[in-house]
């Protein structure tokens, strides 16, 4: 594991900067970054504009005209030294409801196939335990989750879809999302969700949030219906 | 002059691709929600100026091939970036300088003799909702902007009204005592050739290295500095593909995806560069060779595909200066619009003089 007390500062061109503090995909480098979000966004940078969190680093942009990027590297020192003193809280565990399967599903038969399970198996496994949300990425609200188990990884799919509905549950090789937009894609479907996992208008805009903990929970077709129907959207 | 909601702009013809940007969406990477925004980022602020607005203000940008427009009120308004040859009732208007158009008066654009974008801001502002701080349109998300989307035709467009009739107020006497025949009128001056982008055949745009520029061979970074690169028909808001020498990647292992931002210069395994614009998405797992120094994106908004360009290397330091400069060449436009417009002196005629 990377030590985190030498955190590495890479400028990305004039306007941001790269902080690295992990190497590996791997939940102690989440930690890293997620205490360091914090830490960042608890206190006020000069020059700072926002800060994007990613697997194992922070990439942070700031306005060249307010400050140096040595004052600003200075900055950030002080502030992961800080930091790394906080006791991290615990993370939150947010419940995704999936009806799997069947028009809602139309890839989960592939996928028990390919890992010579029955339907029922494949949803028991990729219900069974929390995936931790490591950066919220390549379209809006869409969360990259770790902890896959590999008995139900499946590759993607020869040829992608054009369209999938918002709020698909896919896997691709041992990575496992939830599209919250209408994209083309090639994960493999094998549930979805009723939860709106991005609303612009809402504050912030996002279900889930980097170093969140998603826990799938299996739900009935008949369910799902009466959840669209209550849900304001 | 009309009611609160009144319609000031209708789209006869929307142009190849015609949104409102302004100077994006701020604050909502973490969320995965992309920054958008004007691509050639100087137009738009020069435009605002010479219109009296603010520089967030949103514009119109438009690609190409401009939009015909039908203005359905006297209006305040500029255009400012590539040349996309806009005539005011079928005469040629000045460009990169403030103009004031009769109700009724059709401002149609044709395709870009030079340059590829411009921007068309009016005084006052256009009236859409602002989406997470920004007026700036998300095409692929369908968020922000005129309803999430590129203008069609038979849209219409509102603009602010109050603030549209207080411009046109403080405008001189000559303007409301009547426009004879003249349908269009403006300030004898406007912005000076050299404090002008899209005027350019050909572009030298300067980078820094990028946070893999060390893995990649030697010959592959000699190449980078010395060859030309062509922008190929793929290339559109998220960013231009370039065609050239192949980029070589000597990495030990696969990237792990990290941030990038506008002007990354990332090498897929193909070895052909792509260059992020403003739509590009908020993370990327492709090393990055190169940055392009941020005062050079404005330049860069204006190359068309097929068009070339060349790599100059600069430094983090110079490359920040000149991001200071920039800052005071628009403050000193700011200050000289503003007092040009004191003196007013609109004028029918093409006497022309530069600032």
Known sequence: MYPIDRPEFLPLGDSAVVVRLGQEIEPASQRSVRQFMRALEADSVPGL??????????????????????????????????????????????????CYGGAYGPDLA???????????EVIRIHASAPYLVYMIGFAPGFPYL????????TPRRKSP???????????????????????????????????????????????????DLVQFLPISKAQYERWEVHTPS | MGGAHTVMIRVIRSGLLTSLQDLGRLGYQKYGVIVSGAMDDYAHRV?????????????????LLGPTLEFQVDALISICGGDLQPRVNGRHVPQWASLMLKKG???????????????????????????????????????????????????????????????VQAAPESISTGWGACDNISHPWSVGWRARTGVAPSAMIRVLPGPEYEAFTELSRTRLFSEAFQVSVQSDRMGYRLVGPVMEYQGHREMISEGVTVGTVQVPSDGNPILLMSDRQTMGGYPRI??????????????????????????????????????????????????????????????????
């Open chain 1, 49 to 98: 504009i926002e800060c994007v969190p990613a697997f194992t680093s922070v990439t942070v942009f700031y306005n060249a005209l307010d400050t140096s990027y040595e004052n600003l590297v200075h900055h950030l020192q002080r502030v992961h030294q800080q930091s790394v003193e906080e006791i991290s809280e615990a993370p939150k565990v947010v419940e995704v409801p999936v």
């Open chain 1, 110 to 120: 592939f996928v028990a196939e390919h890992n010579g399970l029955s339907e029922s």
């Open chain 1, 146 to 153: 770790g902890g896959v188990p590999p008995t139900i990884a």
């Open chain 1, 161 to 211: 879809r054009l369209s999938i509905p918002p709020g698909s549950v896919g896997i691709a090789g041992t990575q496992t999302g939830v599209y919250p937009i209408s994209t083309p894609g090639g994960w493999q479907l094998i549930g979805r969700t009723p939860l709106s996992l991005f609303q612009p208008q809402h504050n912030p805009p996002t279900l889930l949030n980097s170093g």
């Open chain 2, 47 to 63: 435009a605002n100026l010479l219109v009296g607005n603010p520089v967030e203000e949103a514009t119109l940008e438009m690609t």
């Open chain 2, 105 to 167: 008066s059709i401002l149609e654009f044709a395709s870009a003799r030079v340059g590829c974008r411009a921007y068309l801001a009016v005084c006052g502002g256009y009236d859409v909702s602002a989406v997470m701080g920004s007026k700036s349109t998300y095409l692929r998300a369908n968020i922000g902007g005129f309803q999430g989307r590129a203008l069609q035709d038979g849209d219409y467009l509102v603009c602010n009204p109050t603030r549209q009739r207080s411009c």
């Open chain 2, 290 to 355: 190169a940055q392009v120094a941020t005062v050079d994106i404005a330049t860069l908004a204006q190359v068309k595909p097929g068009d070339a360009i060349r790599f100059t290397e600069v430094s983090l330091l110079d490359a920040q200066e000149l991001l200071r400069q920039r800052a005071r060449l628009l403050r000193y436009l700011a200050a000289a619009i503003a007092c040009r417009d004191k003196e007013g002196g609109w004028t029918y005629a093409p006497d022309r003089f530069e600032l």
